[in-house]
């Protein structure tokens, strides 16, 4: 969640807080609707997954920093 950008979090007295960084609840847009006539859990849960992967997608540019430092490790 912290990667997504939805929370942080700080260390005060040898204790780590988290605190959101969105005045709404991000998971709730991923909530099945009052009005929704269909609720097959399954599919929905693929298509959470899928939202959330692209959501968490990192940025070509982390990608190569990564490659480029797990190579130098090695």
Not at 14 to 19: A, G, P
Not at 36 to 56: F, G, N, Q
Request: proline share 4%; glycine share 2%; no cysteine.
């Amino acid at each position: 969640m912290k990667i997504a950008g939805w929370v942080n979090s700080y260390t005060y007295s040898n204790k780590v807080y988290w605190h959101p960084l969105l005045e709404t609840d991000p998971i709730a847009r991923y909530s099945y609707k009052s009005t929704s006539l269909e609720r097959d859990t399954v599919r929905r849960k693929i298509e959470v997954v899928a939202a959330i992967k692209r959501d968490l997608r990192a940025p070509a540019h982390v990608i190569r920093y990564v490659v480029r430092s797990m190579g130098d490790q090695q």
